[in-house]
C-alpha cells in the first residue's frame, strides 16, 4: 500500500494545483480527473475491460468512500462543457461512470445511491 496512496496523493495535489491554475475550463484537469478515478479503481483490483469489474463488495466500498463516481461526474461535467455529449472524449468517460455506477449498485446493494456513506456510517 504505500506507493499506492503516495501516488493517490500525488494525483490529489496535481487537481488541487490544477483547479487553482486553470480556473474555469480546462481539459487537461478533466483527463487528470479521469486519470484519478481510473487509479483508484486500479488500486483497488478493478478491471477495465470489456468494462469496469469490481471484484467485491469491499472494494466497491472503497471506491464508493473515494468518491470515484462524483471524480467522473466534475471530469464529465468539464468534458460536456468544452466539447459536448456526443464527442468521444466525454462519451468514454461517460460509459465508464455509468457501467462503474451499476457495477457498486450490484454490491452495495439496493435502495443506497452511490457516493453516500452506508446507513451505519451515518448513525455512527
Known sequence: G???QDAEIAMRKRIHFQEAAYPGLSGTR???LEAYADMILRHNGVKFQP???VSD???AQVIAAAAVPQVYEDS???LRLMFG???EYFTSVHRKA???NEELHRL???GRSVGTPPREAVLA
Open 57 to 59: 463488495h469491499q472494494a
Open 108 to 110: 452495495l446493494g439496493e
Open 76 to 78: 464529465l461535467d468539464i
Open 98 to 100: 455509468q457501467d462503474l
Open 51 to 53: 468494462k469496469p469489474r
Open 85 to 87: 455529449e456526443e464527442h
Open 30 to 32: 478533466a483527463w487528470t
Open 2 to 4: 504505500g506507493r499506492l
